[in-house]
């Protein structure tokens, strides 16, 4: 505000205005008004806004001014007035911060958090930051020069406004107190009816009222269309519990909630209340109660307060229903699932009573076709078939479940759960719209009483058993043995003893030489991963790989290879081996993962390895899957510089047919074939025409495997450029092979 009000500037027109000109303080104390305390070390200032308001009234009550010329003065108003609904603060009395330090004593020391504040400002660039405007709760701020009386009147009675707001919360904050009980109880019931009759008492509390209501849900009910059935009730409703509401006599009340829901609205009358809890998943409950007068205003609000949180409440409750379900039931055959499966074997095996004997999974043979064929929908009609049948003709006393998508699981006595019985189940056809399909069945079982653990075991135990029938033979069953499972954890301990291997750095890269076989000179080295255990115990490749390809380890695995095999090849080139090559395996997994070629880039970039001298090699079985995709990413790999290898090759012709289509740059002579080359005219034919088709192609060519040199003077007669194998050296450490390397330069 001006040192002085222009008058000229959109004055104010009140309606029906009656003019009160407020007094001094004390002549207003006892009064029901609106106090304003006016901070400004300008007299002027405070003239100008008490004539500029000094007729207004604000929800029919006026406003009354308490005047401070200082920050210290009003502190001390402050401290004697405890009703003061706005503040007219000047942030450049005395010191600059002198206004924002009163307002953070207002906040921080007094908390009065109730009050509003407007503060006003000589210039713009004195309006205080929009994080302290937050962080003190500041209701308004604008420069003097803005302070027209219209702006200053719309500014005061927004605040008064929000002033109100905020005291008839405070004045109610006994009712919130108990809604926040009332909703900490409620969430800590389980299930709808609980909580239903739960929020009937809960109302009655809060309105002081005796209970008498009750708790609805809208459903389809006996074919009508949004029924509403009664879930709760107290008082003279009492007897409506699981009832539908269109049953009392007086439809006034059935109509009323009707149009609640409808209008997604509550509806007071002078002596009821009908309720609607909003939320997607709590949209079709409502609850209706006797007041027995009108309600007051605070209570009205209370009560939408107390809806907003009962709603939270009745979606989580529909929502752990759902999930119940969800998790422990199969939404198509509504039979137990896995989960719940194995639930009720533990139950039997922790029970003192009479055990069922036998679990048995039974795996529908070739359903993934019958579903491509006649479609998912004839699909989910067969496996219903399949649940019914089961469940009334394999016997009374067992418990069928479907544990996946066609595989039912069934639990009870030898008597009914045996391979006869269970596999004479589909000698029939089962009958699904009129057309008989004839279905065949796999059976994997175990007898409960020669397991120990707990229902998961029985249950993996049951897998094991069936997927090694599924092996043998379909139309078959086989019971679970101990040393079925013996390899299986083998399996598993492998796995968990490979990662550890690998966090521990226990794993290590050896390199093999690659070799000219005209000058016997090396051209590059292979590099390969090896895993020696604590006792010195060296693990297979061909154990460990197919392991960690199947937990995912590879990804990990063949990065840290390929980051060794590049930081190695740039040490090599510095001793003075400056056209020398790694070559480095990339298993289906690795090569597949959709960050594989940002990968190769980053290693490339972090080790600065030169891309042309880095050869991977695939195997030729990668080489024949999805053609198109792997087109694509052959050229963007070429595109870096990296070299590509089939290694392997031989033992698919089929590939033979898009090899020109490939960005390849080398073919490697599987070892079968360099060691039938001595012996068989077939394997000197098959690794005559590999070193012919790449000489046609202009790729290169290495026979791996070269175990003497008579398989090496062959390779050389037919052509064959370079070789791999113990005739020229062994695999070894990165150490070794600068030892060996020093010895052929």
Known sequence: ???????????????????????????????????????????????????????????????????AYSAQQAREILSKEAHIAVILLDLAMGQRDEGLQLVQYIRDVLHRAEVRIILSAAEPDDVPAIDAIRQFDINDCKTKSELS??????????????????????????????????????????????????????????????????????????????????????????????????????????????RALKERRNIHGREFSALHFTGNASSNFAAFFRTGRPLT????????????????????????????????????????????LKEIIDDSL?????????????????????????????????????????????????????????????????SQ????????????????????????????????????????????????????????????????????????????????????AFEERRLSVVYQPQIDMATRQPVGAEALLRWTTEDGTMISPNRFIPIAEYSGLIIELGEWVLRQAC????????????????????????????????????????????????????????????????????????ATGVSIAIDDFGTGFSSLSHLQKLSVDRLKIDRAFVTEITDSSRGSSIAEMIIQLGRNLELDVIAEGVEDERQAAILTELGCPLGQGYLFAKPMSAEALHGWLATHK
């Not at 019914?388 to 066609?406: A, E, K, M």
Request: glycine letters at 4%; charged letters at 20%; one cysteine or more.
């Open 149 to 258: 009386r219209t702006k200053l009147y719309t500014a005061v009675t927004a605040a008064i406004r929000s002033y109100e707001q905020i005291c008839t919360i405070n004045s109610s904050s006994s009712g919130l107190d108990m809604i926040l009980r009332a909703s900490t109880e409620l969430m800590a019931l389980q299930t709808l009816e609980e909580f239903a009759t739960g929020v009937v008492v809960q109302i009655s509390r809060l309105l002081g009222v005796p209970p008498d209501g009750l708790f609805c849900v809208q459903e389809q009910l006996h074919n009508q269309e949004n029924a509403l059935f009664v879930v709760a009730a107290a008082g003279r409703f009492g007897d409506l519990i699981n009832h539908p509401l269109s049953s009392l006599e007086d439809l006034s009340i059935d109509r009323t909630l009707t």
């Open 297 to 340: 205003e605070i209570e009205l609000r209370l009560l939408e307060v107390f809806c907003s949180n009962i709603s939270v409440g009745l979606s989580n409750i529909t929502l752990v229903t759902r999930l119940h379900n969800s998790a422990f039931y199969d939404s198509l055959t509504k039979l137990p699932n896995r989960t719940r």
């Open 417 to 500: 759960v045996n391979p006869a019985a269970v596999l004479a189940q589909f000698e029939r056809p089962f009958s699904i719209d009129g057309q008989d399909v004839q279905l065949s069945a796999t059976v994997g079982l175990v007898r409960l009483s020669e397991h120990e653990g707990r229902g998961v075991e029985a249950l993996k135990n049951a897998h094991i058993a069936l997927k090694r029938a599924k092996l043998q033979q379909r139309t078959g069953h086989l019971y679970f043995s101990r040393n079925m499972g013996i390899d299986i954890r083998e399996r598993v301990n492998m796995m968990h003893a490979l990662r550890t």
């Open 1 to 67: 505000m001006s040192k002085s009000v222009s008058h000229s500037e959109d004055d104010l027109v009140f309606l029906d205005e009656t003019v009160r000109v407020s007094g001094d303080n004390k002549s207003n104390a006892n009064k029901d008004v609106w106090q304003v305390l006016i901070v400004d070390d300008d007299a002027d200032v405070h003239s100008a806004t008490t004539f500029a308001l000094s007729s207004v009234e604000i929800q029919n009550k006026p406003l009354v001014f308490l005047h």
């Open 350 to 414: 922790s029970s003192s009573k009479e055990l069922p004997s036998t679990l048995a999974l039974i795996d529908i043979d070739h359903f993934a076709e019958t579903n491509d064929t006649l479609g998912h929908q004839f699909g989910d009609l067969l496996l219903l078939s399949v649940a019914t049948r089961l469940q009334s003709r394999l016997g009374d006393r067992l418990i069928v479940s479907r544990v996946g998508g066609d595989t039912f699981g069934v639990l009870g006595d030898d």
């Open 567 to 638: 930081q190695e090849l740039v040490r090599i080139q510095s001793l003075g081996f400056a056209d020398f090559m790694v070559s480095v395996n990339v298993s289906q997994v690795q090569f597949r993962h959709p960050h594989f070629l940002s990968m190769l880039r980053k290693a490339l970039h972090d080790t600065n390895a030169p891309a042309h001298c880095v050869e991977l090699e695939i195997t030729e079985s990668m080489a024949m899957e999805e053609p198109d995709a792997l087109i694509k990413l052959l050229d963007q790999i070429t």
